[in-house]
T-cell receptor, first 114, second 114 residues
Framework: DADVTQTPRNRITKTGKRIMLECSQT?????MYWYRQDPGLGLRLIYY???????NKGEISDGYSVSRQAQAKFSLSLESAIPNQTALYFC?????????????FGPGTRLTVL | AQKITQTQPGMFVQEKEAVTLDCTYD???????LFWYKQPSSGEMIFLIY??????QNATEGRYSLNFQKARKSANLVISASQLGDSAMYFC???????????FGTGTSLTVIP
């Protein structure tokens, strides 16, 4: 089984709809992240969390919210989706903040907002 | 501020040849890690190789090696004996020791020509 899972894998929704993307991990990591990827822009950080009581905004948090329900679960919500939120969304985890701990990524969610 | 720069949006290489993907970084932290990820057309992010700022030798993982030039703040990825399956996007990333975030470049699209 995959260490970091994301649901759904693909989603098409309409402008104004609320949508939630879910992420679960079995790596036992405290640190979890949400990124979006757009062509030519690389990965941009939306939110990150170090535990259920610690949520931090990233580079592009406007229009998004998150919930850390448990150590293993981190959800991203779009309260009122708009077309420019069409992107590939990744959840990631990492271990302690030593320089050598890489991030582990989920398979991604392709979101299309019509 | 931390920053990663990948100046090659697209690269082509003949099958079985070697190719170098460029990455420069900017940080004032003395201890940091540099990472390369591969993203095939299927979308997942695959960790390839890591280099620590205090590592004396360049990292190698199979056909991947990292040409680390600390004074020039560059961490180029070298892929030897390119294969068709190497066609993908490649991202360079950095994390400081104790740092909460990873910083990604905008990526390089590599196409291997038969």
């Amino acid at each position: 089984d995959a260490d970091v899972t994301q649901t759904p894998r693909n989603r098409i929704t309409k402008t104004g709809k609320r949508i939630m993307l879910e992420c679960s991990q079995t790596k036992g990591h405290d640190r979890m992240y949400w990124y979006r990827q757009d062509p030519g822009l690389g990965l941009r950080l939306i939110y990150y969390s170090f535990d259920v009581k610690d949520i931090n905004k990233g580079e592009i948090s406007d229009g998004y919210s998150v919930s850390r329900q448990a150590q293993a679960k981190f959800s991203l919500s779009l309260e009122s989706a708009i077309p420019n939120q069409t992107a590939l969304y990744f959840c990631a985890t990492s271990g302690l903040p030593t320089a050598y701990n890489e991030q582990f990524f989920g398979p991604g969610t392709r979101l299309t907002v019509l | 501020a931390q920053k990663i720069t990948q100046t090659q949006p697209g690269m082509f290489v003949q099958e079985k040849e070697a190719v170098t993907l460029d990455c420069t970084y900017d940080t004032s932290d003395p201890s940091y890690g540099l990472f390369w990820y591969k993203q095939p057309s299927s979308g997942e992010m695959i960790f390839l190789i890591y280099q620590g700022s205090y590592d004396q030798q360049n990292a190698t993982e199979g056909r991947y090696s990292l040409n680390f030039q600390k004074a020039r703040k560059s961490a180029n990825l070298v892929i030897s004996a390119s294969q068709l399956g190497d066609s993908a996007m490649y991202f360079c990333a950095m994390r400081s020791r104790g740092g909460n975030q990873f910083y990604f470049g905008t990526g390089t699209s590599l196409t291997v020509i038969p």
